[in-house]
């Protein structure tokens, strides 16, 4: 009886440790550890094509997610284009959001894919979503994602962070923004 109980309290255990690493974005992530977010070389963009051998140094974005901030997105040449700098997100426990902590230096331009997926929560979007909660990522195209960050207030654009995922090209598969009430 007693190792039985023994088992089933580490199998909740267990459970318990993975479902906390999921829900906190922790763990097998190509971005390192939360606490040091990866600086963005100020010359980097990813904007430029390259083969797919391409040295790291020319695409450093080839591959990788990234959480970053923005400051402005556009179109040129029919591709949506963003100006980032690499940020880090933390858990605040106290009212179970995240906090967004902007980093320095200058910003780059990266390049959406023309299929990238766009999704969008609280406050990019609005809250004028019926049936949805704020923090239920939406899909949006790359043109109603342009206009709604430019529609912004600076401050909500400064503190609104984003996860970006990269092709091996370097190109923005896929853009989320980061639920903040």
């Given amino acids: 009886m007693h190792a039985s109980r023994h088992r089933a309290t580490s199998r909740l255990t267990t459970f318990a440790a993975f ?3 999921a829900l906190t974005g922790c763990g097998g992530t190509t971005e390192g550890p939360a606490a040091t977010p990866a600086p963005v070389p100020a010359t980097a963009t990813a904007t430029a094509p390259t083969t797919p051998a391409a040295p790291a140094a020319e695409n450093p974005f ?18 949506t284009k963003l100006s980032v700098r690499s940020a880090e997100k933390k858990v605040n426990t106290r009212f179970d959001t995240w906090e967004i902590v902007p980093g320095t230096g200058e910003f780059v331009t990266v390049t959406l894919a023309k299929d990238a997926r766009v999704l969008l929560t609280v406050p990019i979007r609005g809250d004028d979503t019926p049936g949805t909660s704020g923090g239920e990522p939406l899909p949006t195209s790359q043109t109603e994602f342009v206009t709604l960050l430019t529609q912004l207030d600076p401050g909500t654009r400064e503190g609104a962070g984003f996860d970006l995922s990269f ?8 853009v989320q923004s980061l639920y903040k009430p």
């Fill in 19 to 21: 479902t906390a690493l």
């Fill in 62 to 79: 080839a591959g990788t997610k990234r959480f970053v901030t923005t400051d402005r997105a556009w179109t040129e040449g029919g591709l």
């Fill in 167 to 174: 092709d091996g090209e370097g190109r923005v598969t896929k």
